[in-house]
């Protein structure tokens, strides 16, 4: 069985990761995809809510699993005997970290090769911290996330002209 490991803080999930989710799932007999889990890292959503969003969106997938880790990527993909570990490259600035990161994994179990997928053109500018953004600012992330998301990121990040416009009909 072809096993890959699609790895990632999901912070939160966008429609560039189903992107690269869905692709890798035609390329592979299953995909593990592994939520990060770093206390030392401050995650605007818990590790459970962000198993939870990727459970909603790419759990319905056949061949696709959500799992938690916290341990180094290769120790893992050794444990759920996986060949491959999956990475998205947006752009050009993304592939000197992903490259490093891909060296130091070899070096560290030369057994799990890394494959790099790029999104769709329609999402190679997005990004997690960037939809955050969005959304702390009050803007609309609707395009860029599953609904469920969005949902969560408005109750976190209420829009400041939602309330402008509460109190402005309570006044009159």
Do not use: W
Not at 141 to 159: E, G, K, Q, T, Y
Request: aromatic fraction near 10%; hydrophobic fraction near 45%.
């Amino acid at each position: 069985m072809r096993r890959a490991i699609y790895p990632g803080s999901f912070d939160p999930v966008t429609h560039g990761h189903l992107d690269v989710i869905e692709r890798a799932a035609r390329l592979f007999d299953e995909v593990i995809v592994a939520v990060a889990f770093n206390e030392a890292k401050k995650a605007l959503f818990t590790i459970d809510e962000r198993l939870e969003f990727l459970r909603r969106t790419a759990g319905g997938v056949p061949n696709v699993t959500i799992a938690r880790f916290d341990t180094l990527l290769v120790d893992f993909a050794r444990e759920r005997g996986a060949s491959a570990v999956i990475r998205g490259l947006r752009a050009v600035s993304d592939f000197e970290f992903e490259f490093q990161m891909a060296l130091m994994n070899r070096k560290l179990d030369a057994s799990v090769e890394t494959i790099f997928l790029m999104p769709k053109e329609d999402f190679t500018y997005l990004s997690s911290r960037i939809v955050k953004e969005i959304a702390r600012l009050g803007g609309s992330v609707d395009a860029f996330v599953p609904s469920s998301v969005a949902a969560a990121l408005r109750r976190r990040f209420p829009s400041p002209r939602a309330e402008e416009e509460d109190g402005h009909e309570d006044s009159s």
